[in-house]
């Protein structure tokens, strides 16, 4: 029950966000909002809370984001009802379209930069910690007397609070040197010296290998720390996180356009909610972090020229802008119908991949 909440309140929050910026971008620009509802009314299902002179308010049966209706658009309602207002979608030039269509998208990168921004700022800056998990056979950390399991808090007198500093604080030193290493190992702190390896491609080791990604996936509260940081960088971390996780989401799907990563790989719902368990059980930064993630992740998705989603009615509308004409109302419908049918196809796919990864 825990987890599935966990589900809601990250899923549902980022949903939501993402159709609030299409209803009030269409009313921005003139354009009626039938419908707007917190949750999904799928089959009529939902509370009516206010009917107002233009907007229906309410609450979906099915607690999954929200529903956001604009007059006169083709969406996976497949309502028909066109009445050719001017407070209708097709009613507006192509930049107020693209402007309705593209406030989702854009309100997913803003709350995804505000929750980096408030983790960043509150928490710090989330960095893997300088623990030898490991220790190479024969190496300098071991016949030094290293063990696994230590904490390395300085080398040569400079604080070490990262993973990360290990190696750059050995790019000062010089070949043959001998260096000083303060680790804490069960709440003791000593201090040896050797002298470390250089290998073939000229970079200095001590022998101590980091904590294998599966360890830390699964325990992250021992082995991730956070080191405080100023509200500037913050500031760019909060704009440099979400760009990363694009980049990252561009080559995972280059990567299965090309065939490099197989299609058992895309993970859904189920897969999603086991996730935001996890973070809410590892504490609010991760939690935070991960709705961060899931909002820019559903950003980029929706922003891709596919049909039925929003980078899909934006293409038609740029069309439409190019052509100068509107494209034929049937077959509007017959490609929301098609893009309906592909979606609904995928969602049984990595539905059945969730559920075959659990067993």
């Not at 707007?36 to 979906?60: A, N, P, R």
């Not at 080559?251 to 058992?264: A, F, K, Y």
Request: charged share 15%; proline share 4%; with cysteine.
């Amino acid at each position: 029950m825990y987890t599935f909440l966990a589900f809601i309140a990250i899923f549902g929050g980022v949903v939501f966000i993402h159709e609030l910026g299409h209803f009030l971008a269409a009313r921005s620009v003139g354009v009626r909002v039938d419908k707007f509802y917190v949750g999904m009314d799928l089959f009529g299902l939902g509370y009516v809370l206010h009917k107002g002179q233009e907007t229906e308010y309410g609450i979906g049966l099915f607690p999954f984001g929200g529903y956001c209706k604009i007059a006169g658009m083709v969406d996976e309602s497949l309502d028909p009802t066109v009445k050719g207002s001017d407070d209708e979608f097709n009613s507006k030039n192509t930049f107020e379209k693209l402007w309705i269509l593209s406030a989702g998208v854009i309100m997913n990168f803003i709350l995804a930069i505000v929750l980096f921004f408030a983790v960043f700022t509150i928490y710090g800056e989330s960095t893997l910690a300088p623990i030898a998990y490991d220790i190479t056979k024969d190496g300098p950390a071991e016949n030094a007397g290293l063990k696994p399991g230590s904490l390395i808090t300085k080398i040569n007198k400079q604080n070490i609070n990262s993973w990360s500093d290990i190696s750059n604080n050995l790019l000062n030193i010089n070949q043959n040197e001998e260096i000083s290493i303060e680790y804490k190992l069960n709440n003791q702190y000593k201090t040896v010296s050797l002298i470390p390896d250089l290998d073939k491609d000229n970079r200095f080791l001590i022998g101590i290998k980091r904590v294998p990604d599966n360890i830390i996936e699964s325990n992250p509260e021992q082995y991730i720390v956070f080191n405080k940081i100023n509200l500037l960088e913050g500031f760019k971390m909060s704009i440099i996180a979400p760009l990363n996780i694009i980049i990252m989401q561009m080559r995972g799907l280059s990567q299965l356009i090309s065939g490099n990563v197989g299609l058992d790989s895309l993970g859904g719902p189920i897969k999603i909610t086991q996730m935001a368990g996890q973070a809410a059980q590892f504490g609010l930064s991760y939690f935070l972090q991960f709705m961060a993630m899931i909002s820019t992740i559903l950003g980029f998705m929706n922003i891709l020229p596919i049909p039925g989603l929003d980078g899909g009615h934006a293409l038609i509308a740029i069309i439409e802008g190019l052509a100068r004409r509107e494209i034929p109302f049937k077959i509007k419908m017959i490609i929301q119908q098609i893009a309906i049918f592909l979606i609904l196809g995928l969602t049984v796919f990595v539905l059945g991949n969730d559920i075959k990864n659990l067993f």
